[in-house]
């Protein structure tokens, strides 16, 4: 994405335009190894410009790549060790191992009723056939629970998932 022509050939002056736009569009700045000049600094400002979180993993005092993410650290970005940093500050909750959610404990009772139905894969005429809801009351639960990502819907057969 840029507002440059298609045409337009990269040069030096145009990395910023084009970081400008990825800064905005992304949730957070994660900056890996950048120079104290550098135009991944450039990024990580517009980052800050645009109140995005600013990330970044620290490395070797004795390697000029890591310039750039120790003065971010200096700055207050987020130190990232390993990936689940990463989605911790995004804000995403990582499952523990051992650790089972109850996808049903938040169900409506029209939910369960059709959860019930599933012990084996159906399709949606199977489940008006054996539950006393009408169709449309249905394929509204039915929509609830795969965005919930409690079932699927494949070649016409509606699993849990």
Same mark, same amino acid.
């Given at each position: ?71 971010? $650290?200096? &700055?207050?970005?987020?130190? =990232? ?5 990463? +989605? *911790?500050?995004? #804000? !995403?909750?990582? /499952? ?34 054996? $539950?006393? &809801?009408?169709?449309?009351? =249905? ?5 609830? +629970? *795969?965005?919930? #990502? !409690?079932?699927? /819907? ?8």
């Amino acid at each position: 994405i840029s507002e440059l022509a298609p045409e337009e050939k990269a040069a030096p002056w145009t990395f910023p335009l084009r970081n400008r736009i990825m800064a905005g569009l992304s949730k957070a700045i994660l900056v890996i190894e950048a120079e104290k000049v550098s135009g991944t600094l450039i990024t990580a400002r517009l980052g800050t410009e645009y109140n995005k979180d600013i990330l970044t993993v620290p490395g070797s005092i004795f390697q000029s790549s890591s310039e750039g993410p120790h003065l971010l $650290l200096k &700055l207050g970005a987020t130190p =990232i060790r390993e990936s689940s940093d990463i +989605l *911790e500050s995004l #804000g !995403i909750e990582i /499952e523990k191992k051992g650790e089972t959610k109850n996808l049903f404990k938040e169900c409506s009772g029209e939910e369960l009723l059709i959860i019930n139905e599933l012990t084996v894969p159906k399709s949606r005429d199977e489940l008006k056939e054996t $539950l006393e &809801l009408n169709i449309s009351q =249905i394929n509204t639960t039915l929509t609830l +629970l *795969e965005i919930k #990502g !409690i079932i699927k /819907e494949v070649g016409g057969k509606i699993f849990l998932a």
